[in-house]
């Protein structure tokens, strides 16, 4: 018998033979896009630590959707960027805040847009903790009521599905059950679940102004050490009533990302974050890599370890340049 009888390097010896028996496909369809919208008219501000990424006034905010859209995008998520912050984040659930505005006014342009918001209070809030602050700690349950509110207003604004990111425990329950009284039962829940204390969000926080004035968010966000208590946290939230739920960030975590597609059966998001976004970005600048095969393969890669749906700084520019 000749030697080797088994050559795997067959069916990589043209692009077309490794198309053809690609396990993972990516797809622009399973993007997300997140922006960030701030007051104003005419405002496209650079995001320093995120270059390309920008803080965006209302009415650019809604060219700059559809430009993704016509790239083939098919969601964003907005995060917001409020004229002031106060100690109970009260910018989070004013209906006439940033995010709301900005929801209505993408809505309005486009109505096939999938509209995600970010439900969360650290942008809101003066010391930029992601629940109200009690004697020097993060109080959880009375976090939840301006929670469920801050979902409210962002449902009657049209948002499409509502993302809380706040890693409070009960938020996704304290939320469902808001929503279901006000009417909204056919809103989606994507939430948060495996959310990591991680240095990966670094360059988010310079653009949402965001970063705690005292302290850090060890006490609600996931210890990177923890991956049991991972699939804890998701089976909390899938038990609450999420109906999508999203590994944070998603490269340093494709362990959690595998196993939790490996035991749960809803859809799973993850988020390639500001720092991944950054690192790629700052190493492409400093041509130490190749920019375009770097995103694709990290994008290959949080695929094959389990996401369905990925959220990225990339997406526009994947979605219109790879036309996949
Ligand atoms: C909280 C929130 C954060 C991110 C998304 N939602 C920041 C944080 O937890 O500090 C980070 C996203 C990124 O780094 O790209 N509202």
Same mark, same amino acid.
């Given at each position: 018998m000749p030697f080797p009888i088994h050559r795997p390097r067959r069916l990589r010896r043209t692009e077309a033979l490794r198309q053809l028996v690609a396990e993972t496909r990516l797809s622009a369809r399973s993007l997300v896009y997140p922006l960030f919208v701030c007051p104003g008219s005419g405002v496209k501000e650079e995001i320093r630590s995120m270059p390309g990424n920008f803080r965006w006034s209302v009415d650019l905010l809604v060219e700059e959707c559809k430009s993704a859209y016509d790239a083939g995008v098919p969601a964003v998520i907005l995060f917001g960027i409020p004229e002031k912050k106060d100690e109970l984040g009260c910018g989070a659930y004013d209906p006439d805040g940033i995010v709301q505005r900005a929801v209505r006014a993408v809505k309005k342009a486009l109505p096939e847009l999938i509209v995600i918001c970010d439900l969360c209070l650290d942008e809101y809030t003066s010391h930029g903790h992601c629940g109200l602050v009690k004697d020097g700690e993060v109080d959880n349950d009375s976090t939840l009521e301006l929670l469920a509110k801050t979902a409210v207003t962002q449902v009657e604004a049209g948002a499409d599905i509502v993302a809380p990111s706040d890693m409070m425990d009960g938020r996704v329950g304290r939320i469902r059950q808001e929503l279901d009284l006000r009417g909204f039962h056919q809103t989606p829940i994507l939430a948060y679940s495996a959310k990591y204390a991680s240095a990966f969000y670094g360059p988010f926080r310079e653009a949402a102004d965001s970063a705690p004035k005292f302290g850090d968010r060890k006490s609600y966000q996931m210890d990177p050490a923890n991956q049991r208590e991972a699939l804890r946290e998701i089976a909390l939230d899938i038990e609450e009533g999420a109906d999508i739920i999203m590994v944070k960030p @998603? +490269?340093?975590? +494709? $362990?959690? *990302? /595998? *196993? /939790?597609?490996?035991?749960? $059966?809803v859809p799973i998001a993850a988020y390639q974050v500001s720092g991944e976004f950054s690192l790629i970005e700052a190493a492409a600048r400093a041509g130490w890599v190749d920019r375009e095969r770097v995103i694709m393969e990290s994008l290959t890669s949080i695929r094959r370890a389990g996401a369905d749906i990925i959220l990225t700084y990339f997406a526009k520019e994947v @979605?219109?340049?790879?036309g996949c």
């Open positions: @998603a +490269l340093p975590y +494709l $362990d959690i *990302l /595998a *196993l /939790a597609r490996r035991t749960f $059966d @979605a219109r340049k790879f």
